[in-house]
């Protein structure tokens, strides 16, 4: 089945640095998503990216729709302790049923 | 609006017992997707209903587990009988309509011993 590639695992950074994460995928997908996940919790939508080549922030969070249509990236500028949680993208393949494929995660940590 | 409601939240059972899991969607979503999270790992679509139909079951292991959304709202998510691989989170999440945002609950879960 189709996969994603979510890089890096895992991120221990210190505050006010600047995050960056991608993922890539071996065929098309029509919509990209970034959630976030807190321990206990489901995921939750950060940002939505519905073009290619779309570039959308949220806050402090950036995100973009790569052009080819199989990759992502996210953003974070100037982390807080709080940013703390785990990152997934999810992609739309094209003719799918609006079903999500997850990536396997990108776990950050921040040192106040 | 209202979130996506789960229950319940937490639950251990011993292999081959059952168990249920409960969803409510976002009022006025048409789409209602069950998803199973493992431990270290993104979740993976189990079934998505469009109103009161299956539109992908395509990876829900059939001997052992059982969807229904009768009325088009509220679904349910079975086990029966569990094994201790289906240990993970089970998550609800819900769409407006296919191919729109979708939206998560808090998740329910399971610990099979």
């Known amino acids: 089945g189709q996969q994603l590639n979510q890089s890096p695992q895992s991120m221990f950074i210190q505050e006010g640095e600047d995050v960056s994460m991608n993922c890539t995928s071996s065929s098309i997908f029509n919509t990209w998503l970034w959630y976030k996940q807190d321990p206990g919790e489901g995921p939750v939508l950060l940002i939505a990216l519905y073009k290619a080549g779309e570039l959308t922030s949220n806050g402090r969070l950036t995100a973009q729709f790569g052009i080819t249509r199989k990759d992502s990236f996210l953003n974070i500028s100037a982390s807080i302790p709080s940013d703390v949680g785990i990152y997934f993208c999810?992609?739309?393949?094209?003719?799918?049923?609006?079903?999500?494929?997850f990536g396997k995660g990108t776990k950050l940590s921040v040192k106040p | 609006e209202a979130g996506v409601a789960q229950s319940p939240r937490y639950k251990i059972i011993e292999k081959r017992q059952s168990v249920a899991f409960w969803c409510n969607p976002i009022s006025g979503h048409a789409t209602l997707y069950w998803y199973q999270q493992i431990l270290g790992q993104g979740p993976k679509l189990l079934i998505q209903?469009?109103?009161?139909?299956?539109?992908?079951d395509s990876q829900l292991p059939k001997d052992r587990f059982s969807a229904e959304r009768l009325k088009g709202v509220d679904s349910t998510l079975k086990i029966q009988p569990a094994k201790l691989e289906d240990s993970a989170v089970y998550l609800c999440a819900s769409s407006r309509y296919r191919g729109n945002t979708i939206y998560f609950g808090e998740g329910s879960w399971l610990t099979v011993v």
């Open positions: 999810a992609g739309q393949p094209g003719g799918s049923q609006g079903n999500l494929i």
């Open positions: 209903f469009q109103n009161n139909g299956v539109v992908d």
